[in-house]
């Protein structure tokens, strides 16, 4: 199968890519390489991806959409999935233009160009912030998500609503993927994990808000990338629902499935094992709520089970070590 990736410089594209690469599919990727943080690290995750013949990447912007088109014919691409996004909840606070240009702008433009290139299934990656302020737990995909709290849900939730339109008018069989607090090797160096874990290697305090009274859903990235290949495999069906707890739209071929752990690990327990992992005991600034943050996420996994027979299960303890030892290795920490 040809598989379209946007972000496959990211932390989670990066993954999937090599995932399907290796199981011998081609992949063409995108990427617009932004200074968001460290472009070391997105170039040293496309490294791995280059040696694979099968493998192609461009440099373009998601808002480009000449550029955008101009991939999408050369390479033909029989899925398409949607990965590249401005990320960050708490940099949507100091730059929501930014969120409104890829995740509204760009996220259109790949849309629109699966429909016009008529790809057998569109997977667009979305988030659990789309639940915004949900109370009621575990977040089920049947659940209203009217009230987001920040611009990045904000933008997502809108890729969401524009995705279903298009799978409605153009029949485009579409599934969109709410991820639950995605950490492991290569990850992002603007979250916490990987904040916690850099501050504990330099001898300096961490800083953990509402005082570390809160609990996430942990998911480890080959859980989670494991989980896309399997759906990538089980494209909606207009009026075929697989249970009477499926999300599947009643006007079109499009789906939302949560990927999570469907397990929430309170915030104190996982810098535990970071401490563990790293050998130190953190010296913690306790902090008030930050703007826009939730005290609690927790993934309902059934519809993801019930489609694909797979269900996240990697430990914190097993995750939380194979990261801090990938840190320990590419930034030669503690030596």
């Not at 070391?40 to 808002?63: N, V």
């Not at 987001?148 to 939730?157: G, N, R, S, V």
């Not at 305090?205 to 009274?213: A, C, L, S």
Request: include cysteine; proline fraction near 6%.
């Amino acid at each position: 199968m040809k598989t379209l990736i946007t972000g496959t410089a990211g932390f989670i594209g990066q993954n999937l890519a090599l995932r399907l690469l290796r199981d011998g599919h081609d992949v063409c990727g995108i990427d617009s390489i932004t200074p968001y943080y460290d472009v070391s690290l997105k170039h040293d995750r496309l490294a791995q991806l280059t040696p694979f013949e099968s493998f192609t990447t461009h440099q373009i912007a998601l808002e480009d959409f000449d550029a955008m088109s101009a991939v999408f014919a050369d390479f033909k691409p029989d899925r398409v999935v949607h990965l590249a996004a401005q990320a960050g909840v708490r940099y949507s606070l100091e730059n929501p233009r930014a969120y409104v240009d890829t995740n509204v702008t760009g996220s259109f433009n790949v849309i629109e160009l699966s429909r016009e290139h008529a790809v057998e299934h569109l997977v667009l990656a979305s988030t659990s912030s789309a639940y915004g302020a949900n109370d009621q737990y575990p977040f089920v995909e049947t659940d209203k998500a009217s009230f987001p709290l920040t611009i990045y849900a904000a933008t997502k939730q809108a890729s969401e609503l524009i995705a279903h339109s298009h799978s409605h008018l153009h029949n485009l069989p579409t599934t969109v993927l709410r991820f639950f607090t995605v950490y492991g090797p290569w990850g992002r160096p603007d979250m916490a994990f990987f904040l916690f874990t850099k501050a504990m290697f330099e001898g300096r305090p961490i800083k953990v808000f509402n005082e570390g009274r809160m609990a996430r859903d942990f998911t480890y990235v080959d859980d989670l990338t494991r989980s896309i290949e399997l759906l990538l495999d089980c494209a909606p069906v207009r009026g075929a629902p697989v249970s009477d707890r499926d999300s599947l739209s009643p006007v079109a071929p499009y789906r939302l499935v949560n990927i999570g752990n469907a397990d929430p690990v309170p915030l104190m327990d996982f810098i535990a094992e970071i401490e563990r992992a790293v050998g130190v005991t953190a010296e913690k600034e306790l902090l008030p709520m930050q703007p826009g943050d939730v005290t609690k996420t927790y993934a309902d996994s059934d519809l993801l089970e019930v489609l694909t027979g797979y269900r996240p299960s990697t430990s914190v303890r097993d995750g939380v070590q194979a990261f801090v030892d990938w840190y320990r290795d590419y930034y030669q920490a503690g030596t």
